[in-house]
């Protein structure tokens, strides 16, 4: 059973196009992220959802809106893709007691071109 | 949050024991002491947490001296396997804020 699934994983697409990306986790966690990881290997917090409701928005671009539906979902939406927007993206949950353990999925290359 | 340094990278050879050592000195006193590890195209993945001394699991120890400024990731007998990046983090195991920051990492590479 994976515990944090992410899709697609790998996701081609031009500038100025809108995308999305799906995460879902079965652990009954409280707490949801999402993560970028850049060319250069950095990780970096983009969003945090505590129950389904926002905690922290970590200065990213508006053109990046999180969605979650329920607390087993964290989905990001991304408008007019720039290049700079070409990433690894990590959707992760933890429990809302043991935030600094937290469950990763697999990642999502988004390639702007 | 407490900033973390750690080396660049470390190279090892098969059946080695593995030290990589974080320096983290202004860690708070409600802060704990995570380490994941991430291999190529995987997420990170948690290994271990401690607050103080030491903490074993069947896949690494941790050892924190008596004042936390610094911890120390062991990784026993290591193979190709364990090549990856390691992290070090340094935070409240909960926080209203709820956040983990990754600092840059180790990049441990091990050799036949």
């Known amino acids: 059973d994976t515990a944090v699934s992410q899709t697609p994983k790998y996701l081609v697409t031009q500038m100025g196009n809108d995308k999305s990306i799906k995460c879902e986790q079965n652990?009954?966690?409280?707490?949801m992220y999402w993560y970028k990881q850049d060319s250069k290997k950095f990780l970096k917090i983009m969003f945090s959802?505590?129950?389904?409701?926002?905690?922290i928005n970590e200065t990213v671009p508006n053109r990046f809106s999180p969605k979650s539906p329920d607390k087993a979902h964290l989905n990001l939406h991304i408008n007019s893709l720039e290049l700079g927007d070409s990433a690894v993206y990590f959707c992760?949950?933890?429990?809302?007691?043991?935030?600094?353990?937290?469950?990763f999925g697999q990642g999502t290359r988004l390639t702007v071109v | 949050l407490a900033k973390t340094t750690q080396p660049i990278s470390m190279d090892s050879y098969e059946g080695q024991e593995v030290n990589i050592t974080c320096s983290h000195n202004?860690?708070?006193?409600?802060?704990?002491i995570t380490w994941y590890q991430q291999f190529p195209s995987q997420g990170p993945r948690f290994i271990i947490q401690?607050?103080?001394t030491k903490v074993t699991n069947e896949v690494a120890s941790l050892f924190i001296p008596a004042d936390r400024k610094s911890s120390t990731l062991s990784l026993p007998r290591v193979s190709l396997s364990d090549t990856a990046v390691y992290y070090c983090?340094?935070?409240?195991?909960?926080?209203?804020?709820?956040?983990?920051?990754f600092g840059s990492g180790t990049r441990l590479s091990i050799r036949p």
């Open positions: 992760a949950s933890s429990p809302w007691d043991m935030n600094t353990e937290a469950f």
């Open positions: 652990l009954g966690h409280d707490t």
């Open positions: 959802y505590n129950n389904k409701e926002l905690i």
């Open positions: 202004n860690i708070a006193t409600n802060d704990y």
């Open positions: 401690g607050y103080k």
């Open positions: 983090l340094v935070g409240p195991t909960y926080s209203s804020a709820s956040k983990i920051i």
